[in-house]
């Protein structure tokens, strides 16, 4: 199975490692062509305004929202959740938002880098805690009802799923724990 990872900012090279570890081969997409030979796409944290802005440039927007609509999975870590949002919330919107996931979140939410933390967490289907990074992280501040919570912090989602969409506002790529890549990569194969 090939599972493209957005190669235009974030922790490409680390996705791509646990994609590779989870039994599956990771394909660098910076193109809307590469788009056709994947299964599946992570969109990596990083900045989302850059990220949004380089997708809209590079021809990418239109397409992905097109396949995803289709019915490709995707999965966002931070950045890549706050442009899969179809509401982002606060004083900074994102322009060039992807906008296919039914949550409302907000940027930055738990303050800034200095604030970044590591937690272990309880994930819906995992058999022992998660150990989770979070950065810059933003929280999902209210999500639809078909919306599925996998995880919570502090009485909010941090890992949501909504079809083949997944969204975590953490980094597992950095804990270097492929089990959420593998939900994705099940995600995936129910797509078919």
């Not at 996705?15 to 599946?40: M, N, Q, S, W």
């Amino acid at each position: 199975m090939k599972v493209g990872i957005l190669g235009l900012q974030g922790d490409v090279r680390e996705h791509a490692r646990l994609i590779d570890a989870a039994g599956a081969t990771a394909i660098i997409i910076k193109h809307a062509a590469g788009l056709d030979e994947v299964a599946g796409l992570i969109v990596p944290g990083g900045e989302s305004t850059t990220i949004g802005k380089l997708l809209d440039r590079f021809g990418i927007l239109d397409p992905l929202r097109e396949r995803i609509r289709a019915g490709m999975p995707v999965y966002g870590t931070c950045a890549g959740a706050i442009l899969m949002a179809r509401e982002v919330r606060g004083p900074e919107g994102v322009p060039h938002s992807i906008g296919v996931m039914d949550m409302a979140i907000v940027r930055n939410a738990y303050g800034r880098q200095v604030d970044s933390f590591e937690t272990d967490l309880d994930v819906a289907g995992l058999d022992r805690p998660l150990r989770s990074v979070f950065i810059r992280a933003p929280i999902i501040e209210e999500v639809g009802s078909g919306v599925e919570v996998l995880a919570e912090f502090d009485d909010r989602p941090v890992l949501v799923r909504e079809n083949g969409m997944l969204a975590s506002t953490f980094h597992p790529e950095i804990a270097g724990d492929e089990r959420v890549h593998r939900i994705f990569l099940d995600l995936i194969e129910e797509a078919g």
